[in-house]
């Protein structure tokens, strides 16, 4: 499982995912997100989350990467957890979510399974 985002919904469902026996990679832009998740520490505030994601370090099944690709090519499913903070006018902004979505679907071309 690949994990887009690694804010409050992406980092809690990549530690629970792991925790119960998922193969997890979590990907972000943030490189300080990226070293916390691979040093089993949380990149947010959340009771219990880093005894999840020291677990999820210690038994293999969790890493983190900023290289979509290869998280895309590793994985058999993608979570898009990316935020979507409000535009000036209280409008949603997708820019995120449009982002994540092209990268994985440049990676998807290069993969022969289904994803």
Not at 3 to 32: K, M, P
Not at 34 to 62: C, F, H, M, W, Y
Request: proline share 3%; aromatic share 6%.
């Amino acid at each position: 499982i690949s994990i887009f985002g690694l804010g409050y919904v992406g980092a809690v469902c990549a530690g629970c995912l792991s925790a119960r026996g998922h193969e997890v990679i979590g990907v972000d832009v943030s490189s300080t997100k990226i070293d916390l998740i691979n040093q089993g520490k949380s990149p947010i505030v959340e009771p219990g989350l880093e005894a999840l994601l020291q677990q999820g370090q210690q038994t293999g099944r969790l890493s983190g990467t900023t290289d979509f690709k290869k998280a895309v090519l590793d994985s058999d499913v993608s979570f898009i957890c990316v935020g979507t903070p409000s535009k000036k006018n209280d409008d949603l902004d997708l820019g995120y979510i449009e982002t994540v979505c092209r990268e994985i679907g440049f990676a998807i071309r290069e993969k022969s399974e289904r994803h």
